[in-house]
């Protein structure tokens, strides 16, 4: 793994404006804002994280739906702004955050491999240079020409997938895509990050899988209440993090940060 930092985090935290009021309709919202009635509140995704990634290494973030994993990746990737901190990235990044993001469902798989490719900063001589081998690596044969709206999550995956790895990325991130694949697909996946860490592209995953964390990445992460609850080697911080869940039996984790032997 090189040394040489792609990611790095100091005291990043990310609020939220919540609406406190409901409205039926836009003409109910309008009244409530011209008379200055409306109020928010505060809600704090992120608070106070601190990260370093470097070039090769492959970062499991793990916690609770709502602990802040997904911001946290929206954060690193540049789609959200942080309320406070500092965010620094090197190289090209390759963000697959949900199923779907950067297609457009009217579209045909083929058309979308453009289109995604394109907002991932590929030139249209790139990708027709790629186009074959994506959808060979897809396995979706046929369908690599119908409306994407008919695909399954499974397809969806395998597209995005196949499109943000088509290149070598400097910082290739993953949120929970790998959980939505079939056997044989996570099998090429992971076959296919193992290739992309030997030619040094960071690896940020965010998984509910726990077995997939472990057998993918060599660093993890923990997060709960979005701060650091743990990090360093992958098996004592998932040991933590399934001993706070049978222990306090759906209950919020501790938010105090726990120190696990480092990577």
């Known amino acids: 793994m090189s040394s040489e930092v792609v990611v790095r985090l100091e005291e990043v935290a990310l609020c939220y404006r919540l609406a406190k009021q409901r409205h039926s309709s836009i003409k109910d919202f309008a009244i409530h804002w011209m008379k200055g009635a409306?109020?928010?509140?505060?809600?704090w995704a992120l608070q106070g994280i601190d990260l370093t990634v470097r070039a090769g290494e492959r970062l499991g973030i793990i916690g609770r739906n709502g602990a802040g994993k997904s911001s946290l990746l929206?954060?690193?990737?540049?789609?959200?702004k942080p309320t406070r901190g500092t965010v620094e990235t090197r190289g090209q990044m390759a963000p697959i955050l949900e199923l779907g993001t950067g297609f457009d469902h009217e579209l045909t798989g083929l058309e979308n491999v453009y289109l995604n490719a394109l907002l991932l900063g590929h030139s249209?001589?790139?990708?027709?240079?790629?186009?074959?081998?994506?959808?060979?690596?897809?396995?979706?044969?046929?369908?690599?020409?119908s409306p994407i709206r008919t695909y399954s999550s499974g397809m969806l995956a395998r597209l995005g997938f196949s499109i943000a790895t088509a290149w070598v990325p400097d910082v290739l991130i993953l949120d929970e895509v790998l959980a939505?694949?079939?056997?044989?697909?996570?099998?090429?996946?992971?076959?296919?990050?193992?290739?992309?860490?030997d030619s040094g592209t960071a690896l940020l995953l965010v998984s509910h899988d726990l077995k997939a964390v472990r057998e993918t990445c060599d660093r993890c992460l923990?997060?709960?209440?979005?701060?650091?609850a743990a990090e360093?080697?992958?098996?004592?911080?998932?040991?933590?993090?399934?001993?706070?869940?049978?222990?306090?039996?759906?209950?919020?984790?501790?938010?105090?940060?726990?120190?696990?032997?480092?990577?």
């Open 222 to 228: 923990w997060i709960d209440g979005g701060r650091i």
């Open 38 to 43: 409306l109020t928010y509140e505060q809600f």
């Open 124 to 145: 249209r001589r790139e990708i027709e240079e790629r186009v074959a081998g994506i959808v060979e690596f897809s396995e979706l044969g046929d369908f690599i020409r």
């Open 74 to 80: 929206k954060v690193v990737s540049g789609v959200l």
């Open 180 to 197: 939505v694949g079939d056997a044989h697909f996570i099998v090429k996946s992971r076959q296919r990050l193992a290739e992309l860490r």
């Open 232 to 263: 360093g080697e992958v098996g004592p911080v998932v040991e933590l993090y399934e001993n706070a869940l049978e222990v306090q039996e759906g209950g919020p984790a501790a938010a105090e940060r726990i120190t696990a032997p480092a990577a």
